[in-house]
């Protein structure tokens, strides 16, 4: 029982490759076995192979039909009635012999014109009529044509609430979505025909009259919702979807899942409405035109909730912002509604508007019983920017709760039509717009896309439920695209029909969604007159009463709006102590031993080998380079239990390879080796990976990363440092004014080579002076007047936005970067770091300066002159320009008169230690290098 499958896989070459793969050795079937039995011997294979020539000149076969015929073969072989009887029909003849051509038999019409029974060829004389043939051919037209609505349906689909628009800003009509394209006519409509098994629109049916065919297929693909998923590379992912969305009453819901539907939408249309009528002077960029956002979002998380997740982060534009707060996230409605007031907050901080600002609640799910994690990430104006910092938040919480198959974690973005760029990695994205298709990025990475008209509530809820699941089970981002307008324009305070006359008419002869529902569940007796009416008053009253609670609040807090809050981090620390940063020696030594071997067997790299053999030489020589304080940096915290991540372009081996943690076997593919990685059993992970050319997207999701934990070291280095200024807007409005505005400390280092060393324009600098001017610190400190103290440092620490730093040897990164970790609180470190200084013979630090008991130096004084009585001069200096002063100053003959200074921190900067080195006894000039 083989010859038919193997006449249909040999009627293409591809699959006559395929078939004598299986012959030479598959065994994952039964079919499979018989299949390679059949084309075991050299016989078998030139008949099979005559076989396949003849099939191909089958009138009916093509690269289409062939694929068809191989999967009724399939089904036919499992069970003979699920295929028609002209098929079973077919598949028999083909079995007793009779060969390409001989096997058909036309099926006989009764009378009233459908397909009656056929019975099977007792002889092999038998050819196929010209009916014969017609019917096929009809037959594989009708199964293009289901095709064609599962591939361009959504072209056509209602999705436009204003009814303006069509889908694509397309008004024809995909030429393939009509019967003429086929050849067939309305004279067709009610004819009998065999479902293929790539569709499930008729359930238990298998046949089905053309008229009933394509009525199911518009009602699925052309009606209020739209689906994008032939695009899709995976068949199974493509039968996943048409289950979901083709099964005959897939996409009804509940009398109980439509009144809690009808609920959301109260609380998300009365919210709106509520605060038009208290505030109607003020912007809230309003959900008016979407409320169906608010039931959409909860039934993500309902769904998810109920399929493991237990944390959820989202990240999205301000439009929309109050309404997810009050209504997903359930924020006391009182702390919103006092947003409203002029009172000033009475905690830290200079706070930002109520529609850039986060939360972070965890509650019961009352739909899967389960309590869950809600973070709403607090953005700024730039829409998109949000985005990456929610994947790189939800990354760490996958990590430090051991999710490693993400199926407890989830970020939703949304976003609107014009800030849609595409961030993928297992999420839920929402699309908000009002304009034509945005959303073919998701094409180009496999994103299945369902666009859904809010005017149909239930359609957006099934949306959803699909989505969910469809992440759950595969791992991969879908996009969720709701088609909706906006009722009041950019902002509550503009006027739209100023640009948009026609649309705007036309928006305020439109009803809303809740009016619509409310009167489609009234008449589907789901719910009467008087339950709307009870549902209508009970959620105004739960509003008035928040409005007055809200009036008699006296004073607001920004630390109510955390959207990563760090309370027992703060606890039993004292924020004015800044411990030690030095290690054990035996530490220290272990590391470097580490550092510099690899396991037996190993196969390295022979440059790689002089460098490990350098290592040791430098240990031995009481002189560390750059590379060994970073790995001292990194393994003595990674020892201690505190997890370590570095990303960045080259960051593996370092652009300038001073680095190399990471090794590679030179003999065995794939094979690596980490030594951080193989320190100690109960040690912390280290990561270290390459990132993609985006400093946009990979420094915010780094930042991302370290707001979750702050045990951790969380470092993204840039190739060169000016290649930081694509990441501007991450660095502007979230990393150098996060804490300000919402109360949010983060201790992410970014390190930036700096350095003008030959490399042209865009590999030089750094630019300090941009990260300067966005210190928060007061320069204009009159230092003789300051109160320098044992706390003053720490105050400093405690006191600004971030620190910047230019270190000029191998301790001071190391006690830098310890230093983050051992701090009381979070802070961001931008530190200028170098090239040629990574094996500068100058640079190098012994192995005392990384001791316990040492810390990081703010000011390096001169400290190589003999006679400090003969200093006439002392320049401050910062960074490598200090080695070039030495190499001058013994140039020019005076390294008794000139001393050198360095300022290794910049930022707070340390006046404390500049006026001690300024106030030394002695007869000199003070100058500034620049």
């Not at 051509?101 to 050819?127: E, N």
């Not at 990132?691 to 045990?711: C, H, I, K, T």
């Not at 750094?766 to 001017?773: G, K, M, N, S």
Request: a neutral charge.
């Amino acid at each position: 029982m083989h010859r038919a499958g193997v006449l249909c896989r040999l009627a293409s070459p591809s699959r006559m490759a395929s078939s004598m793969r299986v012959g030479m050795g598959s065994t994952r079937s039964t079919q499979s076995n018989l299949v390679s039995s059949s084309l075991s011997s050299p016989k078998s294979i030139r008949h099979q192979s005559s076989a396949a020539a003849a099939v191909k000149h089958e009138q009916f076969m093509n690269g289409s039909s062939s694929i068809y015929i191989e999967q009724m073969y399939e089904s036919w072989q499992r069970d003979p009635s699920s295929v028609h009887s002209s098929w079973n029909a077919y598949f028999k003849n083909v079995e007793a012999g009779c060969g390409p051509g001989q096997a058909f038999q036309a099926p006989p019409l009764s009378s009233s014109g459908s397909i009656g029974q056929i019975s099977v060829s007792p002889t092999r004389d038998v050819s196929p009529s010209s009916d014969a043939i017609h019917s096929v051919a009809d037959h594989l037209k009708v199964q293009l044509l289901i095709r064609s609505y599962q591939t361009r349906g959504h072209n056509i689909a209602d999705l436009d609430p204003l009814g303006i628009n069509s889908a694509d800003l397309d008004d024809t009509v995909p030429p393939e979505l009509e019967l003429s394209f086929y050849g067939l006519s309305d004279a067709d409509l009610d004819r009998q025909f065999l479902l293929p098994p790539t569709t499930y629109i008729g359930g238990d049916e298998k046949i089905l009259s053309l008229r009933e065919i394509v009525n199911r297929l518009k009602s699925i693909y052309c009606n209020k919702t739209g689906i994008e998923y032939m695009h899709l590379t995976n068949f199974e992912q493509q039968e996943w979807i048409r289950k979901r969305f083709e099964a005959p009453k897939a996409t009804e819901l509940s009398h109980e899942q439509k009144k809690v539907l009808f609920k959301r939408l109260i609380r998300s249309t009365k919210f709106e409405e509520f605060l038009a009528k208290k505030w109607p002077s003020e912007k809230r960029f309003g959900l008016e035109g979407c409320e169906v956002l608010i039931p959409a979002i909860k039934q993500v998380i309902d769904s998810s909730s109920s399929l493991g997740v237990d944390s959820v982060v989202i990240g999205m534009p301000h439009r929309g912002r109050l309404n997810v707060l009050a209504n997903v996230c359930r924020q006391p409605l009182s702390t919103i509604l006092s947003q409203f007031s002029t009172l000033e907050p009475a905690d830290e901080g200079s706070g930002d508007v109520k529609y850039h600002l986060g939360v972070c609640i965890e509650r019961l799910n009352r739909q899967s019983q389960r309590n869950i994690k809600i973070a709403v990430v607090a953005n700024p104006s730039h829409l998109e920017a949000v985005d990456p910092v929610v994947m790189g938040k939800v990354r760490a919480e996958a990590f430090y709760a051991g999710d490693n198959k993400h199926d407890r974690t989830m970020a939703i973005l949304m976003h609107g039509d014009a800030a849609f760029s595409g961030q993928f990695s297992s999420n839920v994205l929402v699309i908000v717009r009002s304009s034509p298709y945005c959303t073919d990025v998701g094409r180009v990475v496999g994103c299945p896309i369902f666009h859904v008209n809010v005017d149909d509530p239930e359609a957006v809820m099934h949306v959803c439920s699909v989505a969910s699941e469809w992440r759950k089970t595969f791992k991969r981002d879908v996009i969720v695209d709701l088609v909706c307008y906006r009722r009041q324009g950019h902002n509550e305070l503009d006027e739209p029909m100023f640009t948009q006359p026609l649309m705007y008419q036309k928006i305020k002869a439109t009803k809303p969604v809740l009016d619509i529902y409310q009167k489609h569940i009234i008449q589907e007796g789901v719910a009467n007159e008087q339950y709307v009416k009870d549902e209508l008053t009970k959620y105004g009253q739960i509003l008035e009463d928040a409005y007055e609670n809200a009036q008699k609040v006296t004073f607001v807090r920004n630390r109510d709006w955390l959207d990563s809050p760090w309370d027992d981090f703060f606890k039993k620390r004292d924020p004015l102590k800044i411990p030690s940063t030095g290690i054990e020696e035996e530490k220290m030594n272990h590391i470097i031993e580490k550092f510099s071997s690899v396991p037996e067997g190993f196969n390295l790299h022979r440059g790689l080998e002089r460098t490990l053999k350098g290592r040791k030489q430098m240990q031995a020589d009481d002189s560390v380079d750059w590379s060994i304080g970073e790995a001292l940096a990194f393994g003595s915290l990674l020892t201690e239990g505190t997890h370590v991540r570095l990303s960045g372009q080259d960051v593996e081996r370092g652009t300038f390879s001073h680095r190399h943690h990471v090794l590679h076997d030179q003999k065995e593919d794939l094979k690596v080796y980490n030594p951080l990685n193989d320190l100690a059993e109960s040690q912390a992970t280290y990561t270290v990976c390459n990132s993609s050319l985006s400093e946009y997207a990979v420094l915010g999701f780094e930042l991302g990363y370290s707001m979750v934990d702050p045990n951790s070291l969380v470092i993204w280095e840039a190739q060169f440092g000016d290649f930081s200024n694509t990441a501007q807007c991450i660095i502007d409005q979230f990393i150098s004014s996060g804490q300000s505005k919402w109360i949010r400390q983060s201790g992410l280092v970014m390190l930036l080579p700096h350095g003008y060393e030959g490399m042209g324009p865009e590999h030089s600098s750094a630019r300090p002076e941009r990260f300067l001017q966005m210190c928060n610190e007061d320069d204009t400190i009159d230092a003789s007047k300051a109160a320098f103290g044992g706390t003053f440092e720490a105050q400093q620490l405690h006191d600004t936005n971030w620190i910047v730093a230019n270190c000029t040897t191998p301790a001071n990164i190391f006690h830098l970067l310890r230093r983050q970790v051992t701090m009381p609180f979070r802070k961001p470190c931008i530190v200028m770091t170098p090239k040629s200084l990574l094996r500068h013979p100058l640079a190098r630090s012994p192995v005392s300066h990384f001791l316990s008991g040492s810390k990081f130096q703010r000011v390096i004084p001169e400290n190589n002159i003999s006679n400090p009585s003969n200093v006439q001069r002392v320049i401050f200096c910062t960074g490598k320009v200090y080695y070039d002063l030495v190499a001058a100053r013994k140039h020019v003959g005076k390294e008794n008169e000139v001393a050198l200074a360095r300022v290794e921190q910049l930022s707070p900067f340390p006046y404390d230690l500049v006026m001690e080195e300024c106030t030394k006894p002695l007869h000199f000039t003070v100058l500034d290098a620049k």
